[in-house]
């Protein structure tokens, strides 16, 4: 059997493994939504839990705050990443910032609000460096800055964690745009180097990110643990409230939940709807522009506050990793010491000797969903090799998992496995990361596999070579840094995944990332110190190794 | 025909292993517990709780072969969650939940639902006999509601308030819900409350409504739309005094007890509050307070409750969650929870009941620096049922939390 015969099975996989849990476990959530769980007493169908999900007060104010949370934070990452590519892409400091992307991608979304938490709270690092020769005074000032009800610090928060992101997807999609002979040319034309970026580069780039944004939109609009830690709380974003709602005691609640679930849904969907609205401005007010003939020659203090802001992201991320430091060998640490008065092991001494068992599983979990999902991303695109294009549906199934808000099918999935009597395995949560874990994998992988030389291949079997000898002594060693890049990438994914290792590992199978976020909540800071860094430790270790084997396979005799 | 019916019986026992554990007959109960391993879902944000489960599974386990594997939680709800979702799917046996860590909103929660082992099993172990229910009467009736067997007790709750005595004075300190307004109104900014539905919060809603309400009767009681309104009157007309004067205005509140005694170690506020009268020894030891830190009491009383654990309906190792609810109320074990240096929670064992062996394990804990002696901690006041929990707390949601 050829690869281009065995790879026929790539798409219907990537539909069933992905498109399966989706939407399986929505069903699970539209019917209790509409009244139906025989086992809480719901035999009828009807449209009480959505009475009751009016009733909720302060539901709308919730919402809102979802949709503005979720759409500042996505404007303003966007933002940041196009006029940072603008200005400064191929240069220098552009080269700086794209080596720490990364570690600062492998930096798990609640460690890093926990660090910018003690960065930027009243008595975090910042203040504690200003006091009390600044501010005149040895007590924390009484500002609201974290939890702050318009949401500026879950903003922020989300800013900082999603320019990384967007910056990846950009430089992925780099090559299709033709970025550095349509630059040559608007600059030859006079055009300053950001407007030259704006008029030529960026549509098309754009259009190669645009589902990435969609899922940036999405997910801003809908994180869980981002939002507990930094954003407002009276009242808190809609997710919070429905994944709060989902674990209460009082379980008629369950049906409310379900229903605030498909209100999340139909939020984020009106989250990207609203987004497209602000696209058609954004290419109009572009077109104007470029139409009037300007060409900006002068975009220096642009371009310097484009580094500054770009600068201040990554510097937040590695400070508040200093932050998490610092706490996680803390004795008592008063305010407003800049360091802790005593150091004490404490927060590691608990730590170590449990932490062999979460590491563990995460890392298995970790390398089988990598693994599973890059065969199953080769499969698919050997296979759009053979054809000779990608399937229309192939980029939006990619995204589902993504761009559909977690706790809409989560909890579904949850009463699924336990429907087919699966027992909470490593199989089972392998399969449930896959859902998360192939998409940002394939996406790595993709614009690599399809920017490769296919001539080599026709060389290479022109020489004689069987299609077996030419993916394997070809095309996979010339691929394998991007190949090792993603798998990285995946891992890394995965290691991160909170809420479908909670609901599918019952508690039974528990990874580094839920015994982080349930030692969280007891709030000492020494432990979540300690516990962030060792949740940064697996990534940061997976990259490393990617790192590392490509520069042996590549290395010069 | 005997062995017949034995065979019967063992076929019987084969098919519903819920009657295949009998605490009255202990000895069997110890022979099917071997070899099982017991999935106790327990809140999982204290690392001293962690460490001492980590000590008792290391008992069970040379002692009784029992293997004991703590399911960390971060809200106890998330347990009941799963069993729920395990009856709706039909699993009335091999549930993952074997034990579990519970009291109050969530035991009347999985009560009213028939989701616990009911039998009376908890009356039937080994070491009840050193439970006196009449010196401690929570151990009855969890927020009111009946317990009748169905949870085992484990600890004893009193609300306790801690303040840093180097920075303010011990008698300055307020003695009453009425007097912690007047102090809050001289000093704006320097007390808070985790938000409620967290459960230190709807604590200190219950300890306000109790000290204040008109009709004390009525909390005992279901709540209804009349008595509610009538009865929480004083409390929220108290909040809408009392919440401008918080830390931050009162627009943004601790989410839990630890956030807010990392809010008293950061010097933000001056008075906090917890349900474990040695919790400011043990964060003392720990090196999160100051070793300045003190404890004080209203005059008139602070709430008082029993925490439990219970038994799903489907526990997989029925046996094995048995054997460990009777290891964790053993004198022994109860004697090691207390200590401060361990985790400094109150023992739920009647003294008097405890040879004197027993009793000296007790009396050499040294209870830490900020831990009020048992008769300074002043009169227990009774929970409310907890059908007024909720109610306060949607109450509270609504005028104060989604603002």
Known sequence: ?557 | MRRLLAAFGLSLALLIPAYAADPADWNAVLAEAKGETVYFNAWGGSENINAYLEWAAGELKSRYDVTLVQVKLDDTANAVAKVVAEKAAGQAQGGSVDLIWINGENFAAMKAQGLLLGNNWAEKLPSRRFVDANEKPTILSDFTVPVEGQESPWGMAKLVFFHDSAKTKPEDMPKSAADLLAWAKEHPGRFTYPQPPDFSGSSFLKQVLVELAPDKAALAKPVDDASFTAVSAPLFAYLDQLNPLLWRGGRAFPQNYPAMKQLLADNEVDVIFAFNPSEASSAIASGELPGTVRSFTFTKGTLANTHFVGIPFNAKAEAGALVVADFLLSPEAQARKQDPKVWGDPTVLSLAKLDSADRARFERIDLGPATLKPDHLGPALDEPHPSWMERLETEWTKRYGAK
């Open chain 1, 1 to 557: 059997m050829t690869p281009a015969a065995l790879s026929r099975l790539g798409p219907p996989l990537l539909v069933i493994l992905l498109g399966g849990p989706i939407g399986l476990g929505l069903l699970f959530t539209v019917l209790p939504a509409f009244g139906y769980l025989p086992a809480l007493g719901g035999n009828v169908f009807s449209l009480e839990p959505f009475q009751r999900l009016l009733a909720e007060p302060g539901l709308w104010k919730s919402a809102g705050l979802s949709l503005w949370t979720g759409l500042a934070a996505a404007l303003l990452s966007v933002a940041l990443t196009t006029a940072f590519l603008a200005a400064w892409s191929g240069t220098r400091p552009f080269r700086a910032v794209e080596r720490l992307l990364g570690p600062l991608l492998a930096l798990p979304h609640a460690a890093a609000a926990f660090g910018l938490a003690f960065l930027i709270a009243p008595s975090g690092l910042f203040f504690r460096a200003l006091s009390p020769g600044l501010t005149g005074s040895a007590t924390p000032p009484d500002l609201l800055i974290v939890n702050d009800p318009l949401g500026l610090a879950l903003i922020a928060g989300l800013v900082a964690k999603e320019v990384p992101f967007l910056l990846l997807v950009a430089l992925a999609a780099m090559p299709q745009a033709d970025g550095e002979r349509r630059m040559l040319v608007s600059a030859s034309l006079g055009y300053g180097r950001m407007a030259g970026f704006l008029f030529t580069v960026w549509p098309t780039l754009y259009r190669q990110m645009r589902l990435a944004v969609f899922a940036v939109v999405a997910f801003s609009s809908s994180v869980v643990d981002v939002a507990a830690i930094l954003g407002p709380t009276t009242p808190p974003t809609l997710s919070l409230r429905l994944v709060r709602w989902s674990a209460d005691p009082d379980l008629s609640l369950r049906f409310l939940a379900s229903a605030g679930a498909l209100l999340q849904l139909a939020l984020s969907a009106l989250a990207i709807l609203v987004w497209i609205g602000f696209e058609r401005i954004g290419r109009h007010g572009r077109e104007n522009l470029a139409a009037n003939g300007q060409r900006f020659p002068g975009d220096r203090a642009v371009r310097w506050l484009a580094l500054v802001l770009q600068a201040l992201t990554v510097f937040a991320l590695l400070a508040g990793i200093l932050a998490l430091m610092l706490w996680s060998v803390a004795g008592l640490w008063p305010f407003p010491d800049f360091l802790p008065l005593t150091v004490s092991i404490q927060g590691w001494s608990n730590l170590l000797p449990r932490l062999a068992e979460p590491l563990g599983n995460a890392a298995l979990i970790g390398v089988l969903s990598a693994l599973f999902a890059l065969l199953l991303a080769l499969f698919c695109l050997i296979r759009e090799d053979a054809t000779g294009l990608a399937p229309r549906w192939r980029s939006p199934l990619l995204y589902l998992p993504l761009i559909v808000p977690q706790a809409a099918f989560l909890f579904g999935l949850q009463l699924m496995a336990l429907w087919g009597g699966l027992v909470p395995s490593i199989l089972s949560l392998t399969l449930v990361h896959l859902v998360f874990v192939a998409p940002y994998l394939f996406l790595a992988l993709a614009p690599a596999w399809s920017a490769y030389d296919r001539r080599y291949e026709q060389v290479a079997a022109s020489l004689g070579g069987s299609a077996w000898t030419v993916l394997w002594r070809i095309k996979l060693p010339m691929l394998s840094r991007a190949v090792l890049a993603s798998l990285a990438i995946g891992f890394a994914v995965s290691v991160g995944l909170y809420l479908p290792t909670l609901l599918i590992g019952a508690g039974r199978i528990t990874t580094i990332t839920t015994e982080a976020v349930a030692l969280a909540s007891g709030g000492n800071r020494r432990v979540i110190g300690a516990y962030a860094l060792a949740q940064m430790l697996l990534p940061a270790l997976g990259f490393l190794l990617a790192d590392l084997s490509a520069r042996l396979i590549w290395r010069r005799p």
